[in-house]
């Protein structure tokens, strides 16, 4: 698109949550602006255009992201340091931890009206060192009825020197009036084996470690990236994974609230690497059960546990936990109240566990 200076004006590249869709939004961005391109189409990475780029300077480059408010402004530049912090540390966009960085980690971040209204001004002045502006927009699911109505006209007849460039984990949920108006783009997941080069090689992560990870992820990086991190607090999570299911044994609902108490406590997006964790075990639990020790990935402590406990999670409640943990998941994702998803879990826990112990053998 770029070589032959045919680039839609909206340019939407969809995919699967950490596939680096960001990344290579900027990257062709940065191509884009550069002034000179090596032959085999890469941007140069030495002009000034570029290194601008590398160091998120670039004067014709807009980032417009979700925030949270400061005082009763909602602008991204009020957040760009955060911003480019969280660009370097986490490249493939893990928007579990942006909140975090926003100073709340139970925000759910927004793109406002303000931000529609900011970015309007700044287009409205021609390119000053290229031939285009660029907005490189990430989440525009996550832009209100008020602000994509106040972007609709910039995004249907765009100055002739203006492009967005958009992300999306979620196209479902952008708004049809702005998806209508993209040229969509696909981005794929990775395959394990290419999850492997990038732990090695991007977060000098141990082959073998990252070989585990990436067999999990389903092709997700920063899914990869929890399942390692996770590594580092696996003896809690494998405490706080005990004593639900052995709670749940014995049906006892006191002691479950508590334990519903000490896993909020660890905060959202631990709670979210714990019911990651969950997950895990539970898989591990129905292949040992099936009686495919050889393609288990359990540590000896975790080993331990599962010989007793694997027989009770088989075909007749296997599905329904691992539903349950997803929504879990999904519903701290989305900030409802800890405490809550909890102890609504260990009690229908119960239910799960007692069919899988009365499952007929």
């Not at 909890?342 to 229908?348: M, Q, R, S, T, V």
């Given at each position: 698109m770029a070589d032959t200076g045919h680039i839609p004006h909206a340019l939407l590249l969809e995919g699967p949550a950490g596939v680096g869709k960001f990344a290579l939004a900027r990257a062709f961005a940065q191509y884009i602006h550069c002034t000179d391109r090596t032959p085999d189409g890469d941007s140069c990475g030495r002009c000034p255009s570029c290194?601008?780029?590398?160091?998120?300077n670039n004067i014709d480059t807009f980032y417009t992201f979700p925030v949270v408010k400061r005082g009763t402004?909602?602008?991204?530049?009020?957040?760009?340091?955060?911003?480019?912090?969280?660009?370097?540390?986490?490249?493939?966009?893990?928007?579990?931890?942006?909140p975090s960085l926003l100073g709340n980690v139970n925000a759910q971040p927004l793109i406002y009206v303000e931000e529609a209204s900011a970015l309007v001004s700044r287009l409205n002045v021609a390119a000053r060192q290229s031939a285009y502006k660029i907005v490189l927009l990430w989440q525009p699911e996550r832009l209100g009825e008020a602000t994509a109505n106040k972007l609709l006209k910039l995004i249907e007849e765009p100055y002739s020197d203006t492009l967005f460039i958009m992300t999306s984990d979620n196209p479902e949920a952008i708004l049809p009036t702005i998806y209508s108006r993209t040229q969509?783009?696909?981005?794929?997941?990775?395959?394990?084996?290419?999850?492997?080069?990038?732990?090695?090689?991007?977060?000098?992560i141990?082959?073998?470690?990252?070989?585990?990870?990436a067999d999990l992820a389903d092709g997700n990086v920063n899914a990869a990236l929890r399942m390692v991190s996770v590594d580092k607090d696996k003896s809690r999570y494998l405490d706080l994974f005990m004593s639900l299911m052995r709670l749940a044994w014995t049906r006892k609902v006191k002691e479950l609230r508590d334990w519903s108490n000490d896993v909020a406590a660890q905060g959202r997006e631990d709670s979210i690497r714990?019911?990651?964790?969950?997950?895990?075990?539970i898989r591990e639990n129905f292949i040992l059960n099936l009686g495919h020790a050889d393609l288990n990935m359990l540590t000896d402590e975790e080993l331990t546990f599962?010989?007793?406990?694997?027989?009770?999670?088989?075909?007749?409640?296997?599905?329904?936990?691992?539903?349950?943990?997803?929504?879990?998941?999904?519903?701290?994702?989305?900030?409802?109240?800890?405490?809550?998803?909890?102890?609504?879990?260990?009690?229908?826990m119960i239910l799960l566990i007692k069919r899988g112990v009365e499952a007929p053998k």
């Open positions: 290194l601008q780029h590398q160091s998120f402004a909602g602008l991204s530049t009020d957040w760009l340091p955060e911003f480019r912090q969280f660009l370097t540390d986490s490249p493939f966009m893990d928007s579990d931890r942006w969509r783009i696909s981005v794929r997941a990775y395959s394990p084996a290419e999850i492997v080069d990038i732990l090695s090689s991007q977060f000098a141990d082959r073998e470690s990252a070989t585990i990870a714990f019911y990651d964790y969950c997950a895990r075990m599962s010989r007793r406990f694997s027989p009770y999670i088989n075909i007749y409640n296997v599905e329904d936990i691992f539903r349950l943990l997803t929504e879990a998941r999904n519903d701290v994702a989305r900030n409802t109240n800890g405490k809550i998803v909890a102890f609504d879990l260990a009690i229908k």
